[in-house]
Nanobody, 117 residues
Framework: QVHVVESGGGLVQPGGSLRLSCVIS???????????MGWYRQAPGKQRELVAS???????NYADSVKGRFTISRDNAKNALFLQMISLEPGDTATYFC????????WGQGTQVTVSS
């Protein structure tokens, strides 16, 4: 069974930085490597949105709201996905999740990011 665990969230002041991590267990690295992976976020009262994605060959895409501030990366050998976030804004406050860009696996618990002074 595939298990998704996100971590690295927290409370940060506007302008601060955080690095989120996600580890996928229950699959081999070769299988993980074939998927385009994404970071999603969901703020209270809003739908979950895809904010960043990275394909198996390195192609990246970002939502306009985070472009230039967020960087997605992956370590295929460790079944891991990362999101480096800088210049955080209150509008980035949300629970962050990782999954394939198709939402293939059961969603994890997510990691809470709160940007507030």
């Amino acid at each position: 069974q595939v298990h998704v665990v996100e971590s690295g969230g927290g409370l940060v002041q506007p302008g601060g930085s955080l690095r989120l991590s996600c580890v996928i267990s229950g699959i081999t690295s070769d299988y993980f490597n074939i998927f385009s992976m994404g970071w999603y976020r969901q703020a209270p009262g809003k739908q979950r949105e895809l904010v960043a994605s990275r394909g198996s060959i390195g192609t990246t895409n970002y939502a306009d709201s985070v472009k230039g501030r967020f960087t997605i990366s992956r370590d295929n050998a460790k079944n891991a996905l990362f999101l480096q976030m800088i210049s955080l804004e209150p509008g980035d406050t949300a629970t962050y999740f990782c999954n394939t860009v198709a939402g293939t696996w059961n969603w994890g618990q997510g990691t809470q990011v709160t940007v507030s002074s």
